[in-house]
């Protein structure tokens, strides 16, 4: 029987996957991302975590991607430069303790023009065009850093990232908007409508947040109306800063399903056409992939 341990490691999760006869069997998924892993101890925090998995009398071959292959990482897996092929990626072998287990983990990606970078979305990527070949367009991946990546014959060819979420956290945590926002839902009709407001006047986006205070203290619409408005002022600077990747083109959404279906509610009318994928399903593809291409490349 074929297993091996495929990791997503970031910033704040660890996700692990068990795959045998590849089938994912059993998964893993716990908030010790690498900030929160204690004095570097990253080999013990892994085998804490995957240790039911393991056998004495073999070696499990795990394949990781993300932020552990930061500088804040494990160990520091050099970027890989655009333009790239996904097929090519290279990959580093940490030096382990524990004989149970290897470890290979993937570089990331990034762009000296226009200085960029990322960690953990190309292994989206990767899972994405290996099912679907030939594809040119562009690529998103809404969330804390959103990304926009443009795909030539299966090379990624340059992007942009865009600080959307965390802009969205630190205005709607610690700003007076702290007192409008605090919702759960979207109106969506609403978010349009705040998106086309920036659209077309993006100048206003500064006094747009205001007004939003001031259109609750005077005329208290609800949390969900601001938190729309909000997302909608946010989502419009990306869009005018992404223009390029989007307008007139074929796009697909990888990440998880609320951030999709916003970003689909609002693209629709806006590009040629839009598919959307789930970032977890498309992680395992990827890993999936670079463990064909590790095969490949060991006998090269």
Not at 11 to 37: C, P
Not at 101 to 109: A, D, E, N, P, V
């Amino acid at each position: 029987m074929e297993k091996w341990i495929a990791v997503d490691w970031g910033t704040s999760t660890f996700r692990a996957y068990l795959v045998q006869n590849n089938k994912v069997s059993d998964t893993i998924e716990t908030k010790d991302g690498m900030k929160f892993v204690k004095s570097h101890l990253f080999e013990q925090t892994l085998l804490s975590l995957i240790d039911r998995w393991l056998n004495d009398d073999e070696i499990t071959e795990i394949l990781a991607s993300g932020m552990v292959g930061s500088k804040q990482g494990w160990e520091e897996a050099p970027y890989q430069q655009t333009p790239c092929n996904l097929k090519k990626l290279n990959y580093i072998t940490p030096t382990l303790k524990d004989n149970r287990i290897s470890l290979k983990i993937f570089s990331g990606i990034s762009q000296t023009h226009q200085p960029d970078v990322m960690r953990g979305e190309e292994t989206q990527i990767a899972g994405f065009l290996n099912e679907t070949l030939n594809f040119n367009g562009s690529i998103c991946l809404p969330g804390t850093h959103s990304k926009w990546v443009e795909i030539r014959n299966n090379n990624i060819i340059k992007f942009k990232t865009f600080m959307t979420g965390e802009l969205f956290e630190i205005i709607s945590k610690n700003s007076v908007l702290i007192h409008s926002v605090e919702a759960e839902k979207i109106d969506k009709m609403e978010l349009l409508k705040s998106v086309d407001k920036i659209l077309q006047k993006p100048e206003l986006f500064s006094n747009a947040l205001f007004q939003l205070r001031a259109d609750d203290l005077i005329n208290s619409k609800g949390p969900t109306i601001y938190k729309s408005r909000l997302s909608g002022y946010l989502l419009a600077i990306e869009l005018l800063g992404s223009v390029e990747f989007w307008e007139n083109n074929d796009i697909v959404l990888i990440g998880n399903p609320d951030l999709t279906e916003m970003y689909q509610f609002v693209l629709n009318k806006k590009v040629k056409s839009i598919k959307k994928f789930l970032s977890s399903d498309m992680v395992l593809k990827g890993l999936k992939n670079f463990k064909k291409i590790s095969i490949s490349l060991k006998h090269e």
